[in-house]
């Protein structure tokens, strides 16, 4: 199976956040995933909190990757970056079968620590969500830095798993 590979820089700034939403979303065309389905929009979201937190968390320039299924590296707006080169695609045999993955890697060594909110508490809840959300998560040390990454089976519906519970209150997908 053909697996496009995607990345974005970003810089540690909050309206990066949205810019990554709408590229991520712009990358599905050819993946075989609905732009407006249960899947992208669950993507959409694992995209806004993980790079919430690298520029939120961490202060520094953050890199997005994204590995779509079925997609080869001539899909429609698949490749279009800017002239600097922040944003670009290769295509790849590799990768497994009906996985979508998200990696946002960052320059901080500081590991991703999920956090105790109460109710009333605005943030917090970011990996909770990542948890309740994904098919699968972790994170790894690298250089200087880290990569976190996550993974929704696009065959497997992950996007209608159950419920996480964190910190007392429980998220879903509905």
Known sequence: MQVLQVQLEIRPDPA????????????????GIEADGPLAETLILLVSELVTNAVVHTGCAAVVRLSLPGAGPDAEGAGSGSASGADSASGSGSGEEGVVRLEVADRSGR????????????????????????????????????RIWCELDHLGGGCERGTAVYGGVAYQVV
Do not use: H, I
């Open 111 to 146: 590991a991703p620590v999920p956090r105790c909110v109460d109710g009333e508490a605005t943030g917090g809840r970011g990996l909770a969500l990542v948890d309740g959300l994904a098919d699968r998560w972790g994170w790894s040390a690298e250089g200087g830095g880290k």
């Open 16 to 31: 990066e956040v949205g810019r990554a939403r709408r590229w991520a979303r712009s990358r599905l065309a050819g993946s």
